[in-house]
């Protein structure tokens, strides 16, 4: 159990050899989902800096918002200090990834990128998914274990 200040945040946020010791605070840069979601991001970004440029407007700035939005929305509900707000940011990077995976698609109808590299990083989607979908089934039981 972490004990609190009066101001209800960990101790350890107090402490200045906080930023020394990180292994007191699960971090976001050890966080797996969080991990997993900036790699996807990074794959995602290959795909399209290679969109034609009549793109430029639309898909490309589409699959940008979408792709920087899952591991946006995993690090800010990490931050969250409740777990019904960790839950809801989760619940948007699960539909941020759907997302992008229907951008793949349009990637793949439209002949922009190759097919089989857009079919596996679709498949990476549906797996980042599932992590997703898992940890949202973590918070709801740590969440069911504080009442």
Known sequence: ???KT?????EFYTNKDFVSQPEHYFTLETFELYKLARDYRKKIYTVINALP???KYALNTQMRRAAISISNNIAEGHGRWHYQE????????RGSTEEIIDDLNICI???Y???PICRELRKEGYNLII????????????K???K
């Open 113 to 115: 990128y190759d097919k």
């Open 109 to 111: 109808d439209e002949n």
């Open 144 to 146: 069911g274990k504080t």
């Open 53 to 55: 440029p009549e793109e």
């Open 1 to 3: 159990m972490v004990k």
């Open 131 to 142: 992590k997703i979908n898992g940890y949202i089934s973590y918070l709801k039981k740590q």
């Open 86 to 93: 960790n839950l809801q940011f989760c619940r948007i990077a």
């Open 6 to 10: 009066k101001y209800n945040v960990p």
